[in-house]
């Protein structure tokens, strides 16, 4: 009986392979109509507008800090603003003393670098509540800039390669602040925010990377326990961490899609409307996008890295000019193993939604948000003289009875 039902199955796969080598075989429709190849429709619908666009100060995950020059020539600087883990003891008295410890993390390009900068440690002004869009991973949105208040340090000029780890004394009225609103309780705390605060940049020539791992505040505080009062001496972590970004000059210019994680680059893309009834079945929407490899890219660079930097996101039903939560990403893939500067989405579900509901097509176009990245891309535009390079959608349909 097993090798009977193995043999049987065995045959259906064969014929079922057969089936899918010849180019000729129908296909059926939801009805199980007939649809054969002479009946599908392919239509190429190259990119109607291209809109570049950012805002002044974005808000990105990870701990960068120093000024640098993007392949596009605009210099990029770069804050960072950390939240540490909050105090959670009760029956607290007084604040003694508060200290940072803190060093950067050297990746292997930057180890032999001897380019520095100079920065102070600042307390903000005005700290986001935990729930705020300002410090989740996830968020598309542009965000309000931080207010930076006091200088909480003397200045410091460091190799960007030094990962010595520096200890600097907070002043007492910083500890003191954190213990005061501790004393209010837990959301209290969660709205002040009293454990955040920034490296500001005053000059430099490259960019740190600030460890996460490896930087804590140290506070030394007395509570009372049911019998005495006792000394208490703790490290926090880093609980929170982005980093605000400028650039100089903010504009692009519009001869192609620029794309770059750490400053906010993105890009609308519109496609003209097909003229295509809710009657149409579509049987696949790609779209396809080629980078200018001259622009930031190393051929010689390792695949790994070609993989991981290369990777780009399309945000779709996003037709308002602002950045809706509610966003849906699609990956995009290579072309082809050969074609790692050729990307492709696969936007059929969406198409056909939007065919049903008599709307256009805009996309929002952004790169995968890499922490401590400023790799940029170039992708050709609509009015590229290869017609190859443009932006362009591939629909293949049909039309339903």
Not at 340 to 353: C, D, F
Request: glycine share 4%.
């Amino acid at each position: 009986m097993n090798l009977t039902r193995f043999l049987f199955s065995l045959l259906a796969l064969c014929l079922f392979l057969s089936a899918c080598g010849d180019e000729n075989v129908d296909l059926i429709t939801d009805n199980r109509d007939f649809i054969s190849p002479n009946e599908i429709q392919i239509d190429t619908l190259f990119l109607d507008e291209g809109t570049n666009f950012r805002n002044d100060f974005v808000n990105t995950r990870g701990a960068l800090l120093g000024r640098t020059t993007l392949a596009d020539g605009r210099e990029f600087r770069a804050t960072t603003i950390l939240r540490f883990v909050p105090v959670t003891d009760t029956g607290l008295v007084r604040a003694l003393s508060a200290r940072l410890r803190f060093r950067f993390f050297v990746d292997a390009r930057a180890k032999s670098s001897t380019k520095s900068i100079t920065f102070d440690i600042r307390r903000v002004e005005n700290p986001p509540r935990w729930d705020s869009t300002q410090w989740r991973a996830d968020s598309v949105f542009s965000r309000t800039p931080f207010t930076f208040a006091e200088s909480l340090s003397p200045s410091f000029t460091m190799l960007v390669s030094d990962t010595t780890e520096r200890v600097i004394d907070l002043p007492f009225a910083f500890a003191e602040r954190i213990i005061e609103s501790a004393k209010r309780g837990s959301s209290f705390l969660r709205d002040t925010a009293a454990t955040t605060i920034a490296f500001v940049l005053s000059t430099g020539d490259s960019i740190a990377n600030i460890s996460l791992t490896r930087t804590q505040l140290e506070l030394t505080y007395d509570k009372r326990t049911p019998t005495t009062v006792e000394r208490v001496n703790q490290f926090f972590d880093v609980l929170e961490s982005v980093y605000t970004v400028q650039t100089t000059p903010d504009a692009l210019p519009n001869d192609a899609l620029y794309l770059a994680s750490s400053t906010g680059d993105w890009a609308r893309l519109k496609f003209p409307r097909l003229q295509l009834s809710t009657r149409t079945q579509l049987i696949s929407a790609n779209l396809i996008l080629v980078r200018d490899t001259l622009f930031s890219f190393s051929p010689d660079t390792a695949r790994t890295t070609i993989d991981q930097e290369n990777q780009l996101v399309i945000i779709v039903d996003t037709l308002q000019p602002g950045i809706s939560s509610g966003y849906r990403p699609i990956p995009f893939g290579y072309v082809g193993e050969r074609d790692i500067h050729r990307y492709r989405a696969n936007l059929t579900e969406t198409y056909q939604r939007a065919i049903a509901r008599g709307e256009p097509i805009e996309f929002l176009l952004r790169p995968l948000l890499l922490q401590g990245s400023t790799v940029a891309f170039r992708i050709y535009g609509k009015d590229d003289p290869v017609p190859e390079r443009r932006p362009r959608l591939i629909l293949s349909y049909f039309r339903t009875q």
